[in-house]
C-alpha cells in the first residue's frame, strides 16, 4: 500500500509563511514526479507546483516567487515552503505523486491539508 502522509497546515496571517510536507511509503519502483496541488472552497483542484524525478520544477503563475517546492530523498519527503502567504491562497493542499510500479504508471494522493490565510 503505497501512502502519502502530510502536515504542515494551520492559520496564518496574511504575510506569513507555512511549509508543508509530504512522505512517501509503500512499494514503488520509482518516482516520475511530485507536486502540490490546491482546492479552495466551490473551485476545481490546480496545480500549484511539481517537480520530476529529474528535478525539473513548475510552478502556477499565481504563486511563483513566493512557493518553493523541494525534496529530500534520503527522507522519501517533498515540501512546499509558502511565503508571503495571501488571503487567496486558503485552500486544501493535496500532495500528489506519480509513480512507477510493476510496469504500470500510478497515482496517489495525499489526505489533504487545510491553509487558512486570514488576520
Known amino acids: 500500500q503505497v501512502q502519502l502522509v502530510e502536515s504542515g497546515g494551520g492559520l496564518v496571517q496574511p504575510g506569513g509563511s507555512l511549509r508543508l510536507s509530504c512522505a512517501a511509503s509503500?512499494?514503488?519502483?520509482?518516482?516520475?514526479?511530485r507536486g502540490w496541488y490546491c482546492q479552495a472552497s466551490g473551485k476545481q483542484r490546480e496545480l500549484v507546483a511539481a517537480?520530476?524525478?529529474?528535478?525539473?520544477?513548475n510552478y502556477a503563475d499565481s504563486v511563483k516567487g513566493r512557493f518553493t517546492i523541494s525534496r529530500d530523498n534520503a527522507k522519501n519527503t517533498v515540501y512546499l515552503q509558502m511565503n508571503s502567504l495571501k488571503p487567496e491562497d486558503t485552500a486544501v493542499y493535496y500532495c500528489k505523486m506519480s509513480y512507477r510500479y510493476q510496469f504500470k504508471l500510478l497515482e496517489v494522493w495525499g489526505q489533504g491539508t487545510l491553509v487558512t490565510v486570514s488576520s
Open positions: 509503500g512499494s514503488i519502483w520509482s518516482i516520475n514526479s
Open positions: 517537480i520530476t524525478s529529474g528535478g525539473s520544477i
